[in-house]
């Protein structure tokens, strides 16, 4: 089973990675409500840091996915 790694940024300053997911857990993660909530603000205006773009690397660490969220899960989509 081929393994994945998933970064999520705001704007150039890198929020999470999560390492070694099968594809399952990729779309699982990228489904959850968190990811989709680039550029909302708090309640007296400030700004959030929310994810805004998302890059998936195989195993072998090459890129191969850097978008925003509804792209990433579409990649996801066409993975083995």
């Avoid at 699982?28 to 409500?33: A, D, G, R, V």
Wanted: net charge positive; aromatic share 8%.
């Amino acid at each position: 089973m081929a393994r994945y790694t998933l970064k999520s940024y705001c704007g150039s300053k890198q929020l999470e990675r999560f390492d070694h997911r099968s594809v399952d857990k990729l779309r699982s993660i990228l489904s959850h409500p968190r990811n989709n909530r680039a550029g909302q603000t708090g309640p007296f205006g400030e700004i959030l840091e929310h994810a805004d773009k998302f890059e998936i690397y195989d195993s072998q660490m090459e890129r191969i996915f850097q978008g925003n969220l509804t792209d990433a899960l579409n990649c996801v989509g066409g993975l083995k």
